[in-house]
Every structure is written in C-alpha cells, then in structure tokens.
C-alpha cells in the first residue's frame, strides 16, 4: 500500500514562502505559494498577492498579472487586488489601464476602509503621468491678477465646480468676492441646502448683486429670505420655480435697493402678491410675473411706483375676472413713466372694458398678445413696438374701434405685429401705418384674413415696408406677385416667412435673384406649391431655408392604393 503524503498546513506553507522571499530565493518561494493556493479553492488573497510579487521580481509580469485580475474579481472591495494590479500595468508600461483599474477600485473600496487614501494617492499620481507632458496648473504660471481676470469670464457652475480641483484652487476660488456677486443657481438638478448657499454669500461678503434661483436651489423656505437679508447690494432677482407667494413677498421685502425682479413661468403668482411686491419694493425699475393667477379679487394698487420703467404682467389659466380684474386705470395712474408693458393672455369679461394705454405718454413698447378686448383702444404716440396678435374680439368696424385707429398717430412704430386678427381691414391697416411710412424694422400680419394679396402688393409698392428687415406673411393669400413685389422694393430684408402660402418655386427665385436681395432666411413651411429644386437653389445662395410639411395623418392608418 502506496504512503499518504503529509498535509502541508497553508499558513505554514505561506510564511515559508514569504521567508523565501526575503533570502530572494524567489523560485522557492513560488512553490511555496503554489502549495498554499493550490490547496484551497478560494486562495487567500495576501497569498495571490505574495506571489504576483514574486512573479514581479522573476520578471514574469503577465503572470503576475493574472494573479492580480484574480484578486480583483475574489475581493471587490479589497484594495490589495487594485494596488497590486495597477503597480504591473505601470511596470508594463500601460499606464492608461493602470489609471482605469485605480479609478475602478475607488468606486468599489469602502469609505471607511484606511487603505482607501493609498489607492487615491496611486490614483492621482497615475492621472498626472497620463496628462500631457506640456499640462501646467494655470494658477501656477499665471500672475495672480490675470489669473483673476479670466476666472471671472467662468459661469457660476463652472466656479462652483472648480472649487473640487485642489485645495490650492478652492482657496483661490474663494478667495474672489467678485466671482459670487452672481449667484446662479438656475442650473441646479437636486435640493442645494441652505449650509451651500450661505457659504455663497460669505465668499461674496455679502456683496451678492445678482441672484437666480429655481426649485432645488429653494429646497428650504429660508434661502431667499438669507439672501435678501444679508445682501444689501442685491439688485436682480429672478424666482424660476418652487417658492411660495408668501415666502417671495417676505424676502423681497427685505431686499431695499432690488430693481429687478422677474418671476418666471414656473413659479405661479397671485395677482395680490404682484400688488404687495410692487408696493413695498419702491426701488423696482423692472418687473415680470410671467403666470399671474386671478381669483376675482380686485387688484389694488398702492405705494410709490413711479420708478417703474418696464412691467410684465402674463396671465396664468385661472382668471376668474379676466382683464378686469387687473383694475388698469388704476394701475396705469402709478405707472405715469412705463417705457414696457406686457399683459398677455388675460381674458374679457366684460364688454364694457376699455384700457385707455394713451395716457402712458413715455409707453415705447406694448404687447398685448392675446388680450381680449372689444374695440381697438387708444395708444399713445410715443409707441415704437406693438404686438396685438390674436386679439381677435377685437371689433374694427365700431365707431369707437374707428376713431381709436384715427387719432393712433403711431409716428416712431419700428416694430409691428397684429397676427391672427382676423376682423382687421386693409383701410385699418394702412390707417395704422400710415405715421411711420418706411421706419418699420418688423412687420407681422400672418393669419389676417381680410388682407388680400393685392393690398400687401400695394403697401410694398407704396413704400410703407421699404426699409423692413425681417417680413412674416405666413398663412396669407400671398402669391408670386407679392415676392416679385418684395425682390424689387425691400432691399433691406433679411428674414422672411411666407409659410402657408400660395408662393411657387417662380417666386421663391425671383427673390432670391433679385438685384439687391439680402435675404438670409426663408420659411416656406407647408407651401405646397413650392418644389424642393426652389429650395435647393436658394439654399445654394446660401439662404437658409425652412421647408417642410406637417404629417396630417400621423396617427392615421397608411393605405396602399394600387
């Protein structure tokens, strides 16, 4: 009977090795590690690791390799097999995938485990023999005011990101008052706590002029009022999403020197907290609330607002009153120097509402997109850029409507639009025109159905749109007559919309071969009767051209008709 060869204890087995090792009897040693793993189906990995060094000083790196991968995939979270492996992949010269098997050990090692800040150290001395040769830290070779100077043309998120750089650069960074006087959080994609946004404040002294915020940024109710509270200097405010109404007139209150305050669509105001914050914050020279809600209260206006030059009052989709709720005579008596005014999208509620804009003598800009009113109301001359599209209640034909539009003497209009009015005559229209003949900049009157295709000819002929740049037409009975018309007469035109028209590829060449033709874009969107050669010609004079039709039948069953 064959004798039983005697068990060899690993431990044992191991230490032998390690004792081989260090007489540099490394082919001994190997054996030894070899009995060791060998014996067990899951080896210990300080064993792997014995003889993966072993390996290294035979020279038999490919080896010591595969020892190192094998410790890898038996231990994630040891970071043994990460050291080990990435100090080979270094030896043979790859030290590329050296830096990905550090980078993949930091996401798996533990927090807590103490070797963790090793692999970081190999992690980060790797990364620095991988850049190129020529990479320098910036505030290393820069003077310190240059250096300053082109920070300050970095975004707020990209100076908050660069504060994780180094140590070096964070106390740089902070170090800056002027790069945090604009605290922009309107890129924030989760809740940023109130410790961040008073670190913000303390690395601008409390020197915060500009602030933008939106929901995560507003995680905590007391945020703003934080702001306001320390940052005297503060004069922008921009509220995107995610405040309270109450919350915002708290804060702003205590802002003393804001002159901008624009609430976004995002954030829905009630029509009294608009009235609270134009009274109390007296300094506002600015002001947009871009989703006011009406519950049919009455709007009141108190407290001085005179310094107010530029007002946004958008409504939301709850306006129990509609327009009349907005209470104008009273509001257009505190606003006697307005220069802008946009009240868009407010509904009719009663035929007997009649804004009177004429008595805002310095009023430069009106848009009243969507406000439904019964007549034509009275403007004043001072009026540069008015936008009435889909005021489509509107009655032209009312005496009140005809003597409004006579004694409009819009003199310094450069920019006009009247989209969608559908009740709108070529005689009101020329009427309208007729004081600032040839200054328009800006012309809309896409979807009038009452301007036929020879009235359009006739304003072109008669040089009401001579120095016009950008023309939108779309949606009218525009034909090649009308852009023959246009190639010949607007030598300033750049951007023109004949979208929905009954325009053909004659047309579309004539303008584009037309003598004087400066046209950089066209939209010929749903023209049926342009081909697409029209297109590609004029986009080989390098026009950019929207051409496209809409899918009818998009959710339609296709049929194959043979």
């Known amino acids: 009977m064959a004798a039983v060869g005697?068990?060899?204890?690993?431990?044992?087995?191991?230490?032998?090795?390690?004792?081989?090792?260090?007489?540099?009897?490394?082919?001994?040693?190997?054996?030894?590690?070899?009995?060791?793993?060998?014996?067990?189906?899951?080896?210990?990995?300080?064993?792997?690791?014995?003889?993966?060094?072993?390996?290294?000083?035979?020279?038999?790196?490919?080896?010591?390799?595969?020892?190192?991968?094998?410790?890898?995939?038996?231990?994630?979270?040891?970071?043994?097999?990460?050291l080990r492996t990435g100090k080979i992949l270094q030896l043979l010269g790859k030290e590329d995938v050296a830096l990905g098997i550090y980078k993949y050990g930091l996401r798996n090692v533990q927090s807590d485990d103490p070797n963790k800040k090793l692999l970081?150290?190999?992690?980060?001395?790797?990364?620095?023999?991988?850049?190129?040769?020529?990479?320098?830290?910036?505030?290393?070779?820069?003077?310190?005011?240059?250096?300053?100077?082109?920070?300050?043309?970095?975004?707020?998120k990209n100076i908050v990101h660069l504060l994780g750089v180094s140590k070096h650069w964070k106390q740089f960074l902070t170090s800056i008052p002027d790069l945090w006087i604009n605290l922009d959080l309107s890129g924030a994609s989760r809740p940023v706590w109130?410790?961040?946004?008073?670190?913000?404040?303390?690395?601008?002294?409390?020197?915060?002029?500009?602030?933008?915020?939106?929901?995560?940024?507003?995680?905590?109710?007391?945020?703003?009022?934080?702001?306001?509270?320390?940052?005297?200097?503060?004069?922008?405010?921009?509220?995107?999403?995610?405040?309270?109404?109450?919350?915002?007139?708290?804060?702003?209150?205590?802002?003393?020197?804001?002159?901008?305050?624009?609430?976004?669509?995002?954030?829905?105001?009630?029509?009294?907290?608009?009235?609270?914050?134009?009274?109390?914050?007296?300094?506002?020279?600015?002001?947009?609330?871009?989703?006011?809600?009406?519950?049919?209260?009455?709007?009141?206006?108190?407290?001085?607002?005179?310094?107010?030059?530029?007002?946004?009052?958008?409504?939301?989709?709850?306006?129990?009153?509609?327009?009349?709720?907005?209470?104008?005579?009273?509001?257009?008596?505190?606003?006697?120097?307005i220069h802008e005014l946009t009240l868009r999208g407010w509904k009719a509620h009663s035929a007997w509402t009649r804004p009177d804009f004429s008595i805002l003598t310095e009023l430069q800009k009106l848009d009243i997109a969507g406000f439904q009113i019964p007549v034509f109301p009275s403007l004043p001359s001072s009026l540069q850029d008015l936008n009435m599209s889909n005021c489509y209640n509107i009655a032209f034909s009312a005496a009140e409507s005809q003597s409004n539009l006579l004694g409009a003497s819009l003199s310094n209009?450069?920019?006009?639009?009247?989209?969608?009015?559908?009740?709108?005559?070529?005689?009101?229209?020329?009427t309208l025109l007729e004081p600032s003949r040839g200054k328009l900049l800006?012309?809309?009157?896409?979807?009038?159905?009452?301007?036929?295709?020879?009235?359009?000819?006739?304003?072109?002929?008669?040089?009401?749109l001579h120095n016009v740049v950008e023309l939108r037409l779309r949606s009218t009975s525009v034909n090649d007559n009308v852009a023959e018309a246009i190639a010949k007469n607007m030598f300033h035109l750049k951007v023109l919309d004949l979208g929905l028209t009954k325009v053909t590829g004659v047309g579309v060449k004539s303008l584009v071969m037309g003598a004087h033709t400066k046209l950089d874009v066209l939209g010929l969107l749903n023209c049926m009767t342009v081909s697409i050669d029209a297109v590609d010609f004029a986009r080989s004079k390098g026009i950019s051209v929207a051409y496209g039709f809409k899918d009818n039948l998009k959710y339609s069953k296709k049929v194959r008709l043979s």
Request: charged share 25%.
């Open 6 to 82: 005697k068990q060899v204890c690993p431990r044992e087995a191991q230490q032998r090795g390690q004792e081989l090792y260090r007489q540099h009897d490394y082919k001994a040693a190997i054996e030894a590690f070899n009995e060791v793993i060998g014996q067990q189906r899951y080896p210990p990995i300080s064993a792997l690791d014995n003889r993966a060094a072993t390996y290294t000083k035979l020279g038999d790196l490919q080896a010591a390799l595969c020892d190192g991968k094998q410790m890898i995939h038996a231990a994630k979270t040891d970071v043994t097999g990460y």
């Open 120 to 156: 970081r150290g190999m992690f980060d001395k790797s990364a620095k023999r991988c850049s190129p040769l020529k990479a320098l830290d910036p505030l290393l070779v820069l003077p310190v005011e240059l250096a300053e100077m082109v920070a300050k043309y970095l975004s707020f």
């Open 194 to 337: 109130s410790k961040a946004v008073q670190a913000c404040v303390s690395r601008s002294r409390g020197r915060i002029t500009r602030a933008t915020l939106n929901k995560h940024a507003l995680f905590r109710s007391d945020v703003l009022k934080h702001i306001t509270k320390h940052c005297k200097n503060l004069q922008y405010l921009e509220i995107q999403s995610g405040l309270e109404n109450r919350s915002l007139v708290e804060a702003a209150v205590l802002a003393a020197n804001l002159t901008t305050l624009v609430v976004s669509f995002g954030c829905e105001t009630t029509l009294d907290a608009v009235g609270r914050l134009l009274a109390k914050c007296g300094k506002l020279e600015r002001a947009e609330f871009r989703n006011v809600f009406s519950s049919g209260v009455l709007a009141t206006w108190d407290g001085d607002m005179s310094k107010l030059r530029s007002l946004t009052m958008n409504a939301g989709t709850t306006q129990t009153l509609g327009l009349t709720a907005l209470n104008l005579d009273e509001l257009f008596q505190k606003i006697p120097r």
């Open 413 to 430: 209009l450069t920019s006009f639009s009247m989209q969608s009015l559908s009740k709108m005559s070529s005689a009101d229209l020329e």
């Open 442 to 464: 800006k012309f809309d009157i896409s979807g009038c159905l009452l301007i036929e295709n020879s009235d359009i000819a006739l304003l072109i002929q008669l040089g009401y």
